[in-house]
């Protein structure tokens, strides 16, 4: 039992009052009676628990499935790449032989005049009227250079029409 004794200063007397009263078998009562009201909770805690890291792993395993696929599209793309794949293999490999003598190369008397200061519309424009040997040197050019899609996009449009194999 749990009391607490007040003195009341108006009158003087001291009077006891109860605040709360348990004896331990109601404690223990009490206590199962509580656990017994949670039980519900802990089991819908647990399935959400499960639930939560079921997710994760799930998730975990579909990045992994998707980077994978994402390296294997991109080995298959690199044994036979187009202009845009090849530009940005250029990027990462290396030569597979290197010389110790200097080359000098010079670079090729393009097509077309004033090449770097055209735009990439007055570049198809002047696309048309080129021979397949000429298309074959812009686009290597292009490809080293400023890499337009439009303009690359545009030389292999005319290099099929003329029947040019499209690898240089």
Known sequence: MISQTHTSQRMGTERRVVEFE??????????????SRLEPLRDVAEQ?????????????????????????????????PGPIAKAFLRLVRTPQTYSTTEIR?????LPLDRY??????????????????????????????????TVLRAIEHLLEEKGAPQEP
């Open 22 to 35: 348990f004896s331990p078998s109601q404690i223990k009562e009490l206590y199962y009676k509580a656990q």
């Open 105 to 109: 190369v010079r670079p090729p008397k």
């Open 48 to 80: 959400i628990l499960l639930t939560s890291i079921g997710a994760g792993v799930l998730l975990g395993r579909g990045i992994n499935r998707a980077l994978k696929a994402a390296h294997q599209a991109g080995q298959e793309t690199a044994q036979c």
């Open 116 to 149: 770097d200061e055209l735009t990439a519309s007055e570049i198809t424009e002047a696309l048309a009227g080129l021979s397949r040997e000429q298309l074959l040197i812009i686009r290597e050019y292009e490809l080293g250079h400023k890499n337009r899609v």
